[in-house]
């Protein structure tokens, strides 16, 4: 008996010697203690000691089993080999299969990728295991839901709905993006990896569990105290990075592709111009209300002809924009006849007799109150002009006082007791006619943007009128837009 | 002899310059009283200033 263990362990050095699995000092008594490994006839196979499962403990449906899974196990990546190789997968040719499987944590069957390696019996037969990484073709922002798509076969579409879905009902979108764009490496970081042969270490990592704790962090206020903080921050920092982003790519026509340095980069200059474009815009809304439009206009000419200039020497297109805010800006002020001669603020005129009346009341931008209430009006037609820039006119009459009224508005509203009309460019124009002996007071009003309202006092008009005196606020009750009394019945 | 360099001009640029250039004219010709600008004459203007940058931008795209 022991000749022939001997014998048999002749006979097989050369072939063990062959298989380095063979060599394991462990599985050699496990071997011996096979009833198979006893029959000349049935000396296993060396490719059979070389596999794992032979450390299950020799029991011979044991290891057919195990056997049997293993083989299943390596038959699955085969079966997804088509998608693993994609042309765009830089893993490819280039990536050995395998080898960096095992050392990426995020990596999904990695195991039966090496599993299946070792199994095929060499590299050119091993599927590269299917990983989830940030996709370059086909990104949008950071190639997170491409990836995703890619990795599970599916239209990233759905997950780019899932990720703005979850953002409008709670923010936790962009907290899961921003997780996945830490912890899901780049393709081309992986690729780059697996032709240098470095591999992530340990620094890098930390780095990105580290930044993933300072998310959690931060995140969790805004998870917790939700939607408001989402919707006041989150959402209008979004739209400013998008505007930017749209605004460069206008511009210049640097699309939202790239890295996140990149896209940043593009955002930030565009916000920049956006900025430069509202100051030149309020700069230049401001100067046209103070009367000087026509330096304005000149402004626009000249930087029209400089635009146009360098059309056939050098391209200035970062001045197109400016020069439209401009443009634009002057020319609302003009269309709206706003007139900041006036001054800005809180006017409150109370003329207590006909002397004291002024032919016309002017303010740039506030409110702007004439109360006649305490004016004996004479007989006749009296003259009176309003003009307002921007905000909110109000004219108080006597009860037994007509008012024919001209007013024209820019942009906002016009209510003259029972009638109003409002929008853009509104023109209001209703002339009431008074009996001989009656007052009648025509009203010329001029609103740049805002409100004209021309009525009787209310019974809280008193209150009204102590408010705006405090600088406290004010209800809206004060005028009693009924009917324009003093005049003929229509 | 040299050949003369016939370098073309970049269109977005020209076509924006007059748009702006007309703009500034409009302008111009409300400060000295010859028109009323409205919003309804400012609308029409501003956005067929818009929409032919942006059609000049789009058409030259690639070339």
């Known amino acids: 008996m022991d000749d022939r263990n001997e014998h048999i362990h002749d006979e097989n050095e050369p072939e063990r010697g062959e298989d380095p699995a063979a060599e394991d000092p462990t599985t050699e008594p496990e071997r011996g203690e096979d009833p198979a490994a006893e029959d000349p006839t049935t000396e296993p196979e060396p490719t059979e000691a070389a596999e794992p499962e032979s450390d299950l403990g020799g029991d011979e449906p044991a290891d057919e089993a195990a056997t049997v899974e293993q083989q299943a196990e390596a038959q699955e990546p085969t079966a997804e080999q088509p998608e693993a190789a994609r042309p765009e997968d830089p893993r490819g040719p280039q990536s050995p299969a395998g080898d960096e499987a095992p050392t990426e944590p995020i990596a999904a069957g990695a195991g039966a990728g090496a599993g299946g390696g070792a199994a095929g019996g060499g590299p050119a037969a091993a599927p590269p295991p299917r990983r989830l990484l940030r996709a370059r073709q086909g990104r949008v922002l950071g190639g997170v839901c491409a990836g995703l798509g890619r990795y599970f076969n599916t239209d990233p579409v759905f997950f780019r709905i899932g990720a703005i879905v979850l953002t409008l009902i709670g923010g936790a979108g962009v907290l899961l993006y921003l997780a996945a764009l830490l912890l899901i490496p780049k393709e081309d970081s992986v690729a780059q990896t697996a032709v240098d042969g470095d591999s992530v270490d340990g620094r890098s990592r930390a780095l990105v569990i580290a930044g993933v704790a300072v998310l959690l962090v931060i995140a969790w206020p805004f998870l917790l105290g939700g939607g408001l903080i989402i919707w006041g921050l989150v959402i209008p920092l979004a739209v400013l990075v998008a505007a930017g982003v749209l605004v460069w790519w206008l511009v210049s026509g640097e699309g939202p592709s790239g890295d996140a340095g990149d896209i940043a980069r593009r955002a930030a200059l565009g916000l920049g111009l956006l900025v430069l474009c509202g100051i030149v815009a309020v700069g230049g809304a401001w100067a046209a209300a103070a009367g000087g439009e026509a330096i304005v206009a000149a402004l626009v000419i000249a930087a029209g002809g400089a635009i146009v200039a360098g059309a056939f020497l050098k391209p200035v297109r970062w001045l197109i924009l400016p020069a439209l805010a401009l443009a634009f800006s002057a020319g609302a002020v003009s269309a709206a006849g706003i007139d900041l001669d006036g001054g800005v603020g809180d006017r409150y005129y109370n003329p207590g007799s006909t002397v004291d009346l002024r032919d016309r009341y002017e303010l740039g931008i506030g409110e702007l109150v004439v109360d006649l209430t305490d004016t004996d009006l004479p007989a006749g037609d009296t003259p009176l002009e309003l003009d307002l820039g921007v905000g909110s006119a109000r004219l108080i009459v006597p009860d037994d006082v007509c008012v024919a009224t001209s007013a024209d508005v820019g942009m906002g509203y016009a209510g003259v007791f029972d009638a109003d009309n409002e929008g853009i460019d509104v023109d209001f124009d209703e002339q009431r006619t008074a009996p001989p002996d009656r007052s009648r007071l025509v009203v010329d009003a001029e609103i740049g943007v805002g409100e004209l309202l021309i009525g009787h006092a209310t019974s809280d008009f008193g209150e009204f009128e102590a408010d705006f005196h405090d600088g406290r606020d004010r209800l809206d009750n004060s005028i009693d837009r009924g009917m324009n009394t003093g005049c003929d019945s229509r | ?63």
């Open chain 2, 1 to 63: 002899m040299r050949q003369p360099v016939t370098s073309k001009p970049d269109v977005p640029s020209l076509v924006a310059g007059i748009a702006v250039l007309v703009l500034g004219l409009v302008l111009l010709l409300d400060a000295t009283d010859a028109v009323a600008l409205s919003f309804a004459v400012l609308a029409p203007v501003a956005c067929a200033a818009a929409g032919a940058i942006l059609l000049a931008r789009g058409l030259t795209r690639g070339r």
